[in-house]
């Protein structure tokens, strides 16, 4: 990644000292941009200095074009002290090049900003000066939007700043409408309450068949040698929950689901690559159903619905990696990724006392480099809850792995695999294949049941071609296959599709990184009434 450069909204860059260490040679393989350097302050025994922030604009350069001096003009930038605020190193610290790449991790982990990089300006003395230099994303967004996978289309609009007046801080005002729903929403995000590392998220929305209300307060780890850090949110969301299949609703019902935690965990034990937290927790999840109303019954069988109103503590147990790589142009285009190489994982569990039942989640993730050219990311996610007298009741497993080979570093393939397993599951968690749920060619939701694969081979290719200096040009073509097992234990025909099109990745912006505008064609008739599909917006996540 070429160096950032300081913009207008910089800060004076500290004046004085000296020249700083060079690595004593060009490391072609560092994991991370300027990992060497910082690796030869740390073996030299230096601490850190004065830090100077550098704030740079949305578009730089000395010959802009009007639209581009417009976005500046209108954009506000983002204040020092909200970078200071989110900054995980401090003067005095000894040089850690580890605990720098966090910190740039931590800065990059925020949705305005596109980029961050800490970088020695002047050693003297013992310490060294340094300046966080960070590049702004443009965070308003007002106006109208489309997508379709499946066949089916959503179009949105509202009024969305992440960088409200230049605080960091988020407010929106949405309006979306879907072929199941419409909705108005409001929301705003603090990712530094008061000027505190503790952080705050607020959401209202009114759906044309419910509302929703969510609050979250966390003091999150932030540092891989924090000591403690909290967790705690509440939601309640009042709606219908359809039940479908080939794309059509068979049996809907009004349902109103709450549920909030709250929890304490704090750093147990340290490790050469990584560490353990365990803390308390307690949870609740209540689920209420109306009357079951039939409009398709002979697409699929009945749902059953139970209520429930659980609640009760539980004990967790974490492994947290900082085993971390920089990659460009696997998932997003044109931005850094940060791939954690290490494992983590989290286990939890607990006893809800009234409702006689034992529960359990466990949550673990895996990275690998292999090699210059590869990165292979598996997972696997497990939960459920056991009943006393009646044993075990609604468990789910879920892996999947996704892996990408670079053939060139503007070219990669991409392989996406995963296997999910439901057993009684509540009426809100049933698998679904086809649309959003995997398999763009098909209806969204286009089968239903308890078991579901789903295999997605994508060849991803970033041309030089950048639009107004805003969006970069890439090509895709793909290949799908899955299937779903129904309720009634039989495996249908497994379905499979292909497609092509354009990959648009946002260079400037912090609404989605890439964009898909493409055609999905299917290979086998599973009853779909279409003969293609036309996918627009952000519909693969990984």
Same mark, same amino acid.
């Given at each position: 990644m070429a160096p950032l450069t300081a913009g207008a909204a910089s800060t004076t860059e500290p004046e004085g000292g000296g020249e700083c260490p060079k690595p004593q040679s060009a490391n072609e393989n560092e994991a991370w941009p300027g990992q060497a350097q910082w690796q030869r302050l740390e073996a030299a025994g230096y601490r850190l200095g004065e830090f100077s922030i550098q704030v740079e604009d949305v578009y730089t350069g000395t010959s802009l074009a009007w639209y581009q001096r417009l976005a500046n003009t209108l954009h506000l930038d983002t204040e020092p002290e909200v970078i200071d605020e989110l900054l995980t190193?401090?003067?005095?610290?000894?040089?850690t090049a580890?605990?720098?790449?966090?910190?740039?991790?931590?800065?990059?982990?925020?949705?305005?900003?596109?980029d961050a990089r800490i970088v020695p300006v002047a050693c003297d003395t013992g310490r060294v000066t340094s300046a966080v230099r960070v590049r702004d994303a443009w965070t308003l967004q007002a106006g109208a939007g489309v997508g379709s996978a499946g066949g089916d289309a959503t179009s949105s609009a509202g009024i969305t700043d992440k960088n409200f007046l230049g605080t960091g801080k988020s407010v929106s005002l949405d309006w979306s409408e879907g072929t199941e729903r419409s909705s108005v929403e409001v929301g705003y995000a603090d990712p530094a309450l008061f000027g505190s590392a503790w952080t705050l998220e607020l959401d209202h929305a009114d759906h044309s068949d419910g509302e929703r209300e969510a609050v979250a307060l966390a003091y999150p780890?932030?540092?891989?040698? *924090?000591?403690?850090?909290?967790?705690?949110?509440?939601?309640?969301?009042? !709606?219908?929950?359809?039940? %479908?299949?080939?794309? %059509?609703?068979?049996?809907?019902?009004?349902? *109103?689901?709450?549920?909030?935690?709250?929890?304490?965990?704090?750093?147990?034990?340290?490790?050469?690559?990584?560490?353990?937290?365990?803390?308390?927790?307690?949870?609740?999840? *209540?689920?209420?159903?109306?009357e079951l109303e039939e409009e398709a019954p002979d697409l699929r069988p009945e749902p059953a619905l139970a209520d429930r109103d659980l609640s009760g503590p539980y004990l967790v147990f974490e492994r947290f990696s900082h085993r971390?790589?920089?990659?460009?142009?696997? *998932?997003?285009?044109?931005?850094?990724?940060?791939?954690?190489?290490?494992?983590?994982?989290?286990?939890?569990? +607990?006893?809800?006392?009234?409702?006689?039942?034992?529960?359990?989640?466990?949550?673990?993730?895996?990275?690998?480099?292999?090699?210059?050219?590869?990165?292979?990311?598996?997972?696997?996610?497990?939960? +459920?809850?056991y009943h006393d007298d009646r044993g075990k009741e609604a468990t789910y497993r879920e892996v999947s792995a996704d892996h990408y080979h670079r053939i060139t570093p503007r070219n990669t393939w991409v392989t996406h695999g995963e296997y999910s397993w439901h057993d009684d599951p509540d009426p809100e968690d049933e698998l679904y294949l086809g649309g959003y749920d995997g398999l763009l060619a098909y209806p969204n939701r286009f089968r239903s049941g308890d078991r579901r694969w789903l295999v997605h081979l994508e060849n991803r290719y970033v041309s030089d071609v950048v639009l107004f200096d805003t969006v970069q040009l890439g090509y895709t073509v793909f290949f799908e296959a +899955?299937?779903?097992? +129904?309720?009634?234990?039989?495996?249908?025909?497994?379905?499979?599709?292909?497609?092509?099109?354009?990959?648009?990745? !946002?260079?400037?912006?912090?609404?989605?990184?890439?964009?898909?505008v493409a055609v999905a064609t299917p290979l086998v008739d599973g009853g779909q009434s279409d003969d293609y599909?036309?996918?627009?917006?952000?519909t693969v996540s990984f």
């Amino acid at each position: 990644m070429a160096p950032l450069t300081a913009g207008a909204a910089s800060t004076t860059e500290p004046e004085g000292g000296g020249e700083c260490p060079k690595p004593q040679s060009a490391n072609e393989n560092e994991a991370w941009p300027g990992q060497a350097q910082w690796q030869r302050l740390e073996a030299a025994g230096y601490r850190l200095g004065e830090f100077s922030i550098q704030v740079e604009d949305v578009y730089t350069g000395t010959s802009l074009a009007w639209y581009q001096r417009l976005a500046n003009t209108l954009h506000l930038d983002t204040e020092p002290e909200v970078i200071d605020e989110l900054l995980t190193v401090s003067p005095g610290e000894v040089v850690t090049a580890e605990r720098i790449y966090e910190a740039e991790r931590a800065l990059r982990e925020q949705s305005f900003l596109i980029d961050a990089r800490i970088v020695p300006v002047a050693c003297d003395t013992g310490r060294v000066t340094s300046a966080v230099r960070v590049r702004d994303a443009w965070t308003l967004q007002a106006g109208a939007g489309v997508g379709s996978a499946g066949g089916d289309a959503t179009s949105s609009a509202g009024i969305t700043d992440k960088n409200f007046l230049g605080t960091g801080k988020s407010v929106s005002l949405d309006w979306s409408e879907g072929t199941e729903r419409s909705s108005v929403e409001v929301g705003y995000a603090d990712p530094a309450l008061f000027g505190s590392a503790w952080t705050l998220e607020l959401d209202h929305a009114d759906h044309s068949d419910g509302e929703r209300e969510a609050v979250a307060l966390a003091y999150p780890f932030r540092r891989a040698d *924090q000591d403690w850090g909290f967790r705690s949110s509440y939601e309640t969301d009042r !709606s219908e929950l359809d039940f %479908e299949e080939f794309g %059509e609703t068979a049996y809907s019902a009004d349902a *109103q689901h709450s549920q909030a935690h709250v929890e304490v965990v704090r750093r147990i034990a340290d490790g050469q690559h990584g560490g353990w937290r365990g803390g308390l927790g307690w949870r609740r999840e *209540q689920a209420e159903y109306g009357e079951l109303e039939e409009e398709a019954p002979d697409l699929r069988p009945e749902p059953a619905l139970a209520d429930r109103d659980l609640s009760g503590p539980y004990l967790v147990f974490e492994r947290f990696s900082h085993r971390h790589k920089s990659f460009r142009n696997l *998932q997003a285009i044109g931005k850094t990724e940060d791939y954690d190489l290490g494992f983590d994982a989290r286990l939890m569990g +607990g006893r809800y006392p009234r409702g006689d039942r034992w529960f359990y989640q466990l949550e673990a993730r895996h990275g690998w480099a292999l090699g210059e050219r590869d990165l292979l990311v598996t997972r696997l996610d497990l939960a +459920g809850r056991y009943h006393d007298d009646r044993g075990k009741e609604a468990t789910y497993r879920e892996v999947s792995a996704d892996h990408y080979h670079r053939i060139t570093p503007r070219n990669t393939w991409v392989t996406h695999g995963e296997y999910s397993w439901h057993d009684d599951p509540d009426p809100e968690d049933e698998l679904y294949l086809g649309g959003y749920d995997g398999l763009l060619a098909y209806p969204n939701r286009f089968r239903s049941g308890d078991r579901r694969w789903l295999v997605h081979l994508e060849n991803r290719y970033v041309s030089d071609v950048v639009l107004f200096d805003t969006v970069q040009l890439g090509y895709t073509v793909f290949f799908e296959a +899955g299937n779903v097992r +129904g309720f009634d234990g039989r495996w249908g025909r497994s379905l499979r599709d292909v497609g092509a099109g354009l990959r648009l990745g !946002s260079l400037r912006s912090s609404f989605g990184a890439v964009s898909y505008v493409a055609v999905a064609t299917p290979l086998v008739d599973g009853g779909q009434s279409d003969d293609y599909t036309v996918v627009l917006g952000s519909t693969v996540s990984f």
